[in-house]
């Protein structure tokens, strides 16, 4: 069976990735719900979100977590601060 999928973005220009849209909009519902309002360091955004997926979620949640938030970045959802240890928060 062929589930539908999404190409994604980098910030970088590079070239993405080619993923299950059913497992892109899990996590980037996820990692929205979980920076609102926070600005949490790359970290502790991964535990978040693999405290929040766990269970529920087929695949590892630290590689799917990392191309979503890199393509979030590049459609200006998510952005890196400048500070030291960089964090992450909604634009």
């Known amino acids: 069976m062929n589930s539908a999928t999404i190409r994604t973005r980098h910030p970088q220009g590079k ?28 970290p502790e955004l991964m535990q978040a ?22 393509d979030l970045e590049s459609r200006k959802i998510v952005e890196r601060t400048a500070t030291r240890p960089q964090k992450y928060r909604l634009r």
């Open 15 to 42: 070239s993405g990735k080619n993923i299950a849209k059913e497992k892109y909009e899990t996590v980037k519902a996820a990692m929205l719900t979980t920076l609102r309002g926070r600005e949490l360091t790359h």
């Open 49 to 70: 979100l693999e405290r929040k997926l766990k269970g529920n979620f087929d695949g590892n949640v630290h590689w799917y977590g990392e191309t979503v938030k890199l």
